[in-house]
């Protein structure tokens, strides 16, 4: 019996006949039904950000290269899975955080004005290069490259905003919905990752983005009470 990729003839099987399934059986299963979730729920994990940035018209405390540089990531990621031709379950939650993402940084773009000449080159170069990177039109040893650069590009993705919340003392704008979900799809990709045997720089790659993830997530409960003094004072 099998439904959207995911085959429960074992699971049923065993129940069936009175017994648990075996972890052999069982296993395989939770992480198809994990990486699907993890799907679904990418379809909405920026939409906090994007709503409150809209809510309060503002990107305070938002690192614009932060941004870009996600964009950069995921399309790389989401490039080199569907090369590797990883069941869709694996990895199909890039393709809906590249969308976010990109609208994401339009946004913060539009509130960012008066931008200068050099912000504008970044995403016009984006343009001209993703759709050759997505459709797999590149030397193998050069897709290779990339995506053990995209971890790279993550890490440098992360730092100038973890850098910015510590120097600023705040979190300004910064969703704790959307970097709770980040934190919570990373851990849960690392074990589907393992377990649909993807490989080793695929692993490593959420692994890398639980860390990241969980300092951002740390620093937003860390500097939450000062900045609600600060609001308080202000007021």
């Not at 690392?190 to 993830?213: D, R």
Request: proline residues 4%; charged residues 15%; contains cysteine.
């Amino acid at each position: 019996m099998e439904y959207i990729g995911i085959d429960f003839s074992c699971a049923i099987g065993s129940l069936g006949d009175g017994q648990f399934p075996s972890k052999e059986c069982l296993l395989p299963l939770i992480s198809k039904l994990l990486g699907y979730a993890i799907v679904a729920a990418s379809t909405t994990v920026k939409l906090p950000q994007i709503l409150k940035i809209l809510k309060h018209r503002s990107v305070r405390g938002l690192s614009i290269v932060a941004f870009e540089l996600e964009v950069v990531g995921y399309t790389i990621a989401l490039a080199y899975c569907i090369h590797k031709g990883l069941s869709f379950s694996a990895y199909g939650e890039l393709a809906f955080l590249l969308i976010q993402a990109i609208i994401l940084v339009a946004i913060i773009y539009y509130f960012s004005q008066p931008m200068g000449t050099m912000s504008w080159i970044r995403p016009l170069i984006y343009c001209a290069i993703a759709p050759t990177v997505l459709a797999g039109q590149i030397d193998p040893l050069l897709f290779e490259a990339l995506y053990a650069s995209q971890h790279a590009v993550f890490l440098f993705a992360r730092i100038p905003q973890i850098w910015k919340n510590f120097s600023n003392k705040s979190t300004g704008e910064l969703s704790f919905l959307t970097c709770f979900m980040n934190l919570g799809g990373s851990i849960v990709r690392v074990f589907t990752s393992m377990q649909e045997k993807a490989p080793i720089s695929v692993v490593l790659g959420s692994v890398l983005g639980v860390m990241t993830n969980g300092s951002i997530l740390s620093q937003i409960i860390l500097y939450r009470k000062p900045e609600a003094k600060k609001e308080k004072k202000v007021n």
